[in-house]
């Protein structure tokens, strides 16, 4: 039995009819229009005719639930989740609110298809500063068929995960610049090593990211995004310490979202700058068994060390230049966008 009051179970697949599997209570309609998320930098992709995400204009992210047991599984636990009494209320906050279910018409023209009802998280910002951050140095679990953990594992060891703990899933920075955005290709930024990771967490706080700038860059949104009492850091301490008590479940192969505005001007000194740590994808929720999830604590240990040290040493000149990305597809560009799946 799992410490928490709500049942973590995997929904039966008793009725094959996939709109069938979910539990009515959760299936509602609403007729609104749907659009492709302009800020999505990791993922599968709607665009292109792709199954993918997709929101509305009051703040909702719709996310396909995968046919597999991906998708039984992301339901499971945002309905285990919201129902646990076990979790402190300052920790639901670094989770996107779930609305349940919906049917909605899906991106691959498939037609109706049930969706998970989130809050956008980059809803109503004109400029987001986004960073997918893959935690963990193995995106496997044993539960896993073998055939995945092969894939998993071969990508864990090709890209930044086994060594740092993490792997840079995807990104967008704007400039200061009007419709200036640096999305990197998402291939080249996985694989990134340490100098280079370091390098890109100071782009994402500067006023201008592009990566063939021979200067380093600014970090002059560093302290009001990274630091103060309510910034990224702040919010990632608070996170690992329930991660040192928590063991209901393990959130293999989950991921950091960070999040801010980017602002023409520059915050007062000290002053916030809304910047936010949420915590997305869900699919390889497994149950923790009374045991610490040490996968993830670590990885994120190693991603908050990054973090602090930019904010001790702003200055420290980048031992590397981004050449390596700049070169492939990597310039800040107008309005770039990622690839999709
Ligand atoms: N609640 C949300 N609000 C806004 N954007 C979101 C939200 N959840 C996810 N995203 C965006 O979508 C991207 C992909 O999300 P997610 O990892 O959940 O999808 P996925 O298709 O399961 O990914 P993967 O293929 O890596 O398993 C994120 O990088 C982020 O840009
Ligand atoms: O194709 P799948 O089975 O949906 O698995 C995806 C995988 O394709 C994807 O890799 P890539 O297409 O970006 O190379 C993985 O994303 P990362 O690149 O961030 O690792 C996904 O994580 C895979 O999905 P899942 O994690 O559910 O196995």
Same mark, same amino acid.
């Given at each position: 039995?799992?410490?928490?009051?709500? &049942?973590?179970?995997?929904?039966?697949?008793?009725?094959?009819?996939?709109?069938?599997?979910?539990?009515?209570?959760? %299936?509602?309609?609403? /007729?609104?229009? %749907?659009?492709?998320?302009?800020?999505?930098?990791?993922?599968?992709?709607?665009?292109?005719? /792709? %199954?993918?995400?997709?929101?509305?204009?009051?703040?909702?992210?719709?996310?396909?639930?995968?046919?597999?047991?991906?998708?039984?599984?992301?339901?499971?636990?945002?309905?285990?989740?919201?129902? =646990?009494?076990?979790?402190?209320?300052?920790?639901?906050?670094?989770?996107?609110?779930?609305?349940?279910?919906?049917?909605?018409?899906?991106?691959?023209?498939?037609?109706? &298809?049930?969706?998970? *009802?989130?809050?956008?998280?980059? $809803?109503?910002?004109?400029?987001?500063?986004?960073? #997918?951050?893959?935690?963990?140095?193995?995106?496997? @679990?044993?539960?896993?068929?073998?055939?995945?953990?092969?894939?998993?594992?071969? &990508?864990?060891?090709?890209?930044?995960? %086994?060594?740092?703990?993490?792997?840079? +899933?995807?990104?967008?920075?704007?400039? =200061?610049?009007?419709?200036?955005?640096?999305?990197?290709?998402?291939?080249?930024?996985?694989?990134?090593?340490?100098?280079?990771?370091?390098? *890109?967490?100071?782009?994402?706080?500067?006023?201008?990211?592009?990566?063939?700038?021979?200067?380093?860059? #600014?970090?002059? @949104?560093?302290? $009001?995004? @990274?630091?103060?009492?309510?910034?990224?850091?702040?919010?990632?301490?608070?996170?690992?310490?329930?991660?040192?008590?928590?063991?209901?479940?393990?959130? !293999? +192969?989950?991921?950091?979202?960070?999040?801010?505005? &980017?602002?023409?001007?520059?915050?007062?000194?000290?002053?916030?700058?809304?910047?936010?740590?949420?915590?997305?994808?869900?699919?390889?929720?497994?149950?923790?068994?009374?045991?610490?999830?040490? !996968?993830?604590?670590?990885?994120?240990? $190693?991603?908050?060390?990054?973090?602090?040290?930019?904010?001790?040493?702003?200055?420290?000149?980048?031992?590397?230049?981004?050449?390596?990305?700049?070169?492939?597809?990597?310039?800040?560009?107008?309005?770039?966008?990622?690839?999709?799946?």
């Amino acid at each position: 039995m799992l410490e928490s009051d709500a &049942k973590f179970t995997i929904f039966p697949r008793q009725i094959k009819d996939q709109e069938s599997r979910f539990p009515t209570c959760f %299936l509602s309609f609403r /007729h609104t229009m %749907l659009k492709v998320p302009e800020h999505q930098v990791a993922g599968h992709q709607a665009l292109g005719g /792709h %199954l993918g995400p997709l929101i509305d204009d009051s703040g909702r992210f719709y996310k396909p639930l995968q046919g597999d047991e991906r998708g039984s599984k992301e339901m499971s636990f945002y309905t285990s989740f919201s129902s =646990n009494t076990r979790v402190p209320e300052h920790i639901r906050r670094f989770f996107p609110v779930f609305h349940g279910t919906q049917l909605v018409e899906a991106s691959d023209g498939s037609g109706r &298809k049930p969706h998970l *009802v989130l809050e956008d998280v980059t $809803s109503g910002q004109f400029k987001p500063c986004v960073m #997918d951050i893959k935690i963990g140095s193995r995106t496997w @679990y044993s539960e896993s068929s073998e055939d995945y953990i092969q894939r998993c594992l071969k &990508k864990d060891m090709e890209t930044s995960s %086994l060594s740092l703990g993490f792997r840079i +899933s995807g990104l967008q920075v704007y400039g =200061n610049k009007e419709s200036e955005v640096w999305k990197p290709e998402r291939k080249v930024v996985q694989k990134l090593d340490a100098d280079e990771v370091r390098l *890109v967490l100071k782009r994402f706080v500067s006023s201008d990211p592009s990566p063939d700038l021979e200067s380093n860059p #600014d970090c002059c @949104y560093a302290s $009001s995004v @990274y630091g103060g009492s309510t910034g990224i850091l702040a919010q990632l301490l608070e996170l690992k310490a329930w991660f040192e008590d928590q063991t209901t479940y393990h959130f !293999n +192969s989950c991921s950091v979202l960070m999040l801010y505005e &980017k602002k023409p001007l520059l915050p007062k000194k000290g002053g916030s700058s809304a910047a936010e740590v949420k915590l997305i994808d869900f699919a390889h929720v497994t149950e923790g068994k009374g045991v610490i999830d040490h !996968n993830f604590l670590g990885g994120l240990c $190693s991603f908050i060390k990054f973090i602090s040290e930019i904010l001790t040493n702003p200055d420290e000149q980048s031992p590397r230049a981004c050449s390596q990305y700049s070169d492939k597809n990597g310039g800040a560009t107008e309005n770039g966008a990622a690839e999709s799946k």
